[in-house]
């Protein structure tokens, strides 16, 4: 069966975030993430599935939810990836049960606003094997097609909240750690097994209401003097792994 005109309409509405909460839906796209879904815990989730006739000639159909079929060059038209030609999934919007924000190490993340470095900072916190990332509200958000591809395949896995930052720092026992340009070299320091770990927005750094409550405050030593800046996704991985070494 091909895909519906109404169900392309829909799949297209996605693209936008006040339609992906309104309809409490969003894309998984390309072969690799949609068969990280269907092997994981979230397939549950899964509407239906839309894939090309020599896709579906290559893996089989599964029966638990409908697949349709459409052409390759609509697949890449409907979706937000115009490289995709293989596979897409609709799949309803999910929630991470919430901690109790007593024990665990958790990146938060102050308006990060590139959705390819939310998508790469949530892999690196499940490469690391973190308990959470925690993001300010009204930002990014993980449901992103260009988070989704970003992060191949974590966001099944890595905890994810949306709420105020300064709320949850004030109420949890968890050590604060800061990252600021005005911080301790963190080679340098004796860190918390457990806690959270400030991330700021890009160009700006952490807000300064947030650095005030923070109990250390770290940042990176260049080998490189000539080099003053990384990707906030490379410093963040940088900065887990010596936290967590």
Same mark, same amino acid.
């Given at each position: 069966m091909y895909l519906p005109n109404s169900k392309q309409k829909l799949i297209r509405a996605l693209r936008k975030k006040k339609e992906r909460i309104s309809q409490k839906l969003f894309l998984v796209e390309g072969h690799t993430n949609v068969t990280e879904l269907l092997l994981s815990d979230k397939r549950k989730y899964i509407v239906f599935l839309v894939g090309t006739p020599d896709y579906w000639s290559t893996y089989l159909k599964p029966s638990d939810f409908p697949c349709y079929n459409i052409y390759p060059s609509k697949l890449s038209t409907i979706g937000s990836l115009s $490289?995709?030609? $293989?596979?897409? %999934?609709?799949?309803?919007?999910?929630?991470? &049960?919430? @901690?109790?924000?007593?024990? #665990?190490?958790?990146? /938060?993340?102050?308006?990060?606003?590139? @959705?390819?470095?939310?998508? %790469?900072?949530? *892999? !690196? %916190?499940?490469?690391?094997?973190?308990?959470?990332? !925690?993001?300010?509200?009204?930002?990014?958000?993980?449901?992103?097609?260009?988070?989704?591809?970003?992060?191949?395949?974590?966001?099944? *896995?890595?905890?994810?909240?949306? /709420?105020?930052?300064? +709320?949850?720092?004030?109420?949890? @026992?968890? &050590?604060?750690? #800061? $990252?600021?340009?005005?911080?301790? +070299?963190?080679?340098? /320091?004796?860190?918390p097994k457990h806690g959270f770990m400030l991330i700021g927005q890009e160009t700006r750094g952490l807000s300064q209401k947030l650095l005030d409550i923070c109990q250390q405050q770290v940042k990176l030593i260049p080998i490189n003097k000539e080099v003053n800046s990384l990707n906030v996704a490379t410093a963040v991985a940088i900065l887990v792994y010596i936290w967590k070494n």
């Open positions: $490289t995709n030609h $293989t596979i897409l %999934a609709l799949v309803r919007i999910f929630l991470f &049960p919430k @901690p109790n924000w007593k024990t #665990g190490s958790f990146l /938060m993340l102050e308006k990060i606003s590139n @959705p390819g470095n939310l998508g %790469a900072i949530l *892999r !690196v %916190a499940d490469w690391f094997n973190l308990d959470g990332v !925690v993001v300010e509200q009204n930002g990014v958000s993980w449901h992103n097609s260009k988070v989704i591809r970003g992060s191949m395949g974590s966001f099944l *896995r890595i905890g994810y909240w949306e /709420m105020s930052l300064i +709320n949850l720092l004030k109420s949890s @026992p968890l &050590p604060i750690i #800061g $990252t600021s340009l005005s911080g301790k +070299n963190i080679n340098s /320091m004796k860190l």
